[in-house]
């Protein structure tokens, strides 16, 4: 097995940059022009200081851990028949994480104070002191990572890749803890954390299933059907996670008296109840996993790749019922006190996503697709083939077959 770059002459590449470049033009454009004019125009104000891109910022950043979980698999577990997908995951953890800081820095009304603060002034107390670190480190981890799977280092591959593997725990932890450690009704919780956990394994596992199985059909490269398979089961343990978790902290929420109103906000409170019920648990989690686990369908690679699509629409809508109906159900600043007035409103509030907001997204996504396709081209990351190495070859895969 070899690993090669595309050739990236056909006229279906050069279209789709023109049209990746073009969003991401968009977004630049659109971002000039909230700064401009202040991020009033975004539809965010004081009441709900973060919108669409910090959406965007915490499910980037699950996928980006999620993708490394592939990698692990041959980094850190050493199964060799997944190394074909090794390199392929790095680079797409580190776009991910691109898309995470590029969506965090447009949201931002003061850009010039996002490449300063962070690095001169550090409080160890406050998670958006603490993030900062993780992400960069978490970049040049997955640099090095690459380095060495480029050069075939098998002693720092197994290093770095455990370096790498518990690095993005640490990360999505820490950007679950900016909302678990939270003061809010509906963002203060431990399991937090390790609910983002979950997400991002499940997101970023059936981002990979999807690209892999696009990739290697679309270049007519070679792909067993098992280790597709494999991966499907993989996610459908992952999916059965994250409904623990929703679970246990909706049942929590819905006990304690003092929650109960919040809970009922959440479940049941709008827009954001929709996306909860039918694109969250019904599209994103139940129906997969029914199509996960029904022999027919879970052992079928178009069916696997559809219940794949789903989970990733389904933790998008997670990523946005986490973070908005956190803002919009408000805080009681005085418990069992009427506010006559202040600069800080109570009760419920309104939060609509923009078109500037749209535009910032689409060009976040088009910068990171347009390196894609560019790694792709310039890059050796695709393999000849990917095939299942049985017991009596497995032995002799790492030293000859790789």
């Not at 990917?386 to 077959?401: E, Q, Y």
């Amino acid at each position: 097995m070899k690993f090669d770059s595309i050739k990236g002459d056909s006229a279906q590449y050069r279209m789709l940059m023109i049209v990746f470049a073009a969003m991401a033009v968009a977004g630049v454009g659109s971002t000039w022009w909230a700064i401009e004019k202040g991020l009033w125009v975004t539809g965010m104000y004081n009441r709900v200081p973060w919108g669409l891109q910090i959406v965007m910022a915490v499910y980037y950043i699950g996928l980006s851990a999620g993708s490394l979980v592939i990698s692990g698999l041959y980094g850190v577990f050493g199964k060799q028949e997944y190394k074909p997908f090794a390199r392929i995951a790095v680079y797409v953890a580190t776009l991910f994480l691109i898309a995470g800081l590029l969506s965090i820095l447009t949201d931002q009304g003061r850009m010039d104070r996002v490449f300063v603060e962070p690095f001169v002034y550090f409080n160890l107390q406050s998670m958006f002191s603490i993030n900062p670190i993780l992400y960069i480190g978490h970049i040049l981890i997955c640099i090095v990572y690459l380095w060495a799977l480029f050069y075939e280092k098998k002693t720092l591959t197994k290093v770095i890749a455990t370096l790498a593997f518990g690095w993005a725990f640490c990360v999505h932890t820490g950007t679950g803890a900016i909302f678990g450690f939270g003061a809010r009704v509906l963002y203060e919780s431990p399991l937090l954390p390790a609910a983002f956990v979950a997400a991002a394994m499940a997101s970023g596992t059936a981002l990979m299933i999807v690209l892999i199985v696009g990739l290697f059909r679309f270049t007519k490269r070679h792909l067993d059907d098992e280790l597709i398979v494999w991966l499907g089961r993989f996610l459908a343990i992952c999916v059965i996670v994250v409904l623990y978790f929703l679970f246990v902290e909706n049942a929590y929420r819905a006990y304690v008296v003092e929650l109960r109103p919040a809970a009922i906000y959440y479940l049941f409170g709008g827009f954001h109840s929709v996306l909860f019920w039918i694109g969250l648990i019904l599209v994103g989690l139940v129906t997969p996993l029914l199509i996960l686990f029904r022999k027919t369908t879970g052992q079928s690679v178009p069916w696997i790749v559809f219940a794949s699509c789903l989970v990733i629409f389904g933790i998008l809508c997670e990523r946005y019922v986490i973070v908005l109906p956190g803002l919009t159900h408000g805080s009681e600043i005085f418990p069992g006190m009427h506010i006559t007035q202040s600069v800080v409103e109570e009760g419920i509030a309104s939060y609509d996503i923009s078109y500037v907001e749209v535009l910032q997204a689409l060009g976040v996504f088009g910068v990171v697709a347009f390196m894609f396709g560019w790694g792709l081209k310039y890059l050796k990351l695709l393999p000849s083939e990917a095939r299942v190495l049985h017991s009596s070859s497995t032995s002799d895969s790492a030293g000859n077959k790789t």
